[in-house]
């Protein structure tokens, strides 16, 4: 049976100039370089600059992907950003990068899902690509979390940074097996119960102030190997597919114990796991396009491998999907 089947044909990234090393960290919150990798494996994270929004990230990672793609922005007719930092409260971010990119038709919007967004924006374009309303989409993981952050509460500080990741995807037929290219199952999931365990204590309707961002580390931890497996189980049960199928597992860069942990409950071989977190932190919405990138370029991930994203974030959010690249 012939399907439509989104196809990612490009992708690109983008980490502001900045670095910020742990020793750095160290001479502002009480905290070691020893510390921070022996709980999360993260070495460094990078900063936005004055000035630089999170528009201004996501329109470089967007140029990169579309060059890599070879598709020409005005060949794009949907563009959806996920974060949870945009420049402004309204309008969407998208629109902005829509303007920059020189683009005056189809639609842009934003997705709030923060660390899963960019699972939850890619599933949200594929449902717009496979019912016909658009043909190609740049999907986009953007933030800016150093804003947002408590710079006294090492607890968070040491953990998050911006940065920046897309992807170009486009609708192509397939024949509705699993052999097909593009897009070939996505899960989320959502349950505010657990809202205080991770959250902003800010907003326009409730402070009208930005807020900072607060965690119960534990809780996250103690909640996230289950959720991710939950939604992967779903996924193998939609595809037929299994751990041992996979030729890739890119996962939300959040703490390589959460990945190490989920990879291991999840039988995966550590081989195929794609980690990035030592180099930028966790970027939330931007970590999967940003981790996804860099294997796209050093060649690991090559045509008719197939990948496995999951995430989850803030909500809490979770989801996953299954590529054929």
């Known amino acids: 049976m ?14 502001p100039a900045k670095c910020l090393t742990n020793e750095e960290l160290a001479e502002k919150v009480d905290t070691s370089d020893e510390w921070i990798v022996q709980r999360t ?32 922005a005005q060949d794009i007719d949907l563009i959806i950003l996920a974060t949870a930092t945009p420049d402004n409260t309204f309008p969407a971010s998208a629109v902005t990068v829509q303007n920059a990119l020189g683009i005056h038709h189809g639609f842009a919007f934003d997705v709030q899902a923060v660390c899963s ?30 804003r947002i952050l408590d710079w006294e509460d090492r607890t968070t500080c040491v953990l998050f940074g911006d940065g920046a990741g897309a992807v170009v995807l486009e609708a192509h037929e397939g024949e509705g097996t699993v052999a097909d290219r593009g897009i070939l199952t996505s899960h989320l999931r959502s349950d505010g119960v657990h809202k205080e365990k991770l959250f902003v204590d800010g907003g326009p309707s409730s402070t009208q102030t930005t807020g ?10 103690k909640h996230a190997v289950g959720m991710i497996t939950d939604v992967i189980e779903d996924a193998y049960s939609a595809t037929g597919l299994a751990s041992e199928d ?6 939300h860069q959040a703490n390589k114990r959460i990945i190490d942990a989920s ?23 931007a970590s999967i396009p940003l981790a996804l990138d860099t ?3 050093d060649g690991r991930v090559k045509q008719g491998d197939v ?12 989801g996953s999907a299954i590529l054929r690249w």
Request: charged content about 20%; proline content about 2%.
């Open 2 to 15: 012939s399907v439509i089947r989104s196809i990612i044909l490009g992708t690109g990234s983008y980490l």
């Open 41 to 72: 494996g993260i070495q460094q994270r990078h900063i936005a600059a004055d000035g630089e929004y999170t528009s201004d990230l996501a329109v470089h990672a967007a140029k990169a992907a579309l060059e890599s793609s070879g598709v020409d």
């Open 117 to 146: 967004g960019f699972v939850f924006a890619l599933t949200t374009a594929d449902a717009y690509l496979r019912s016909g309303m658009a043909k190609r989409a740049l999907v986009i993981g953007a933030e800016t979390f150093s």
């Open 212 to 221: 900072h961002l607060r965690m119960e580390g534990r809780e996250v931890f």
């Open 246 to 251: 996979l030729d890739w597992f890119i996962p």
């Open 263 to 285: 990879a291991k409950k999840l039988k995966i071989d550590p081989a195929k796991v794609v980690t990035t977190v030592q180099l930028h932190g966790n970027t939330s919405a």
């Open 295 to 297: 294997a796209a370029r």
């Open 307 to 318: 990948v496995l994203l999951e995430a989850m974030g803030g909500g809490f959010t979770w």
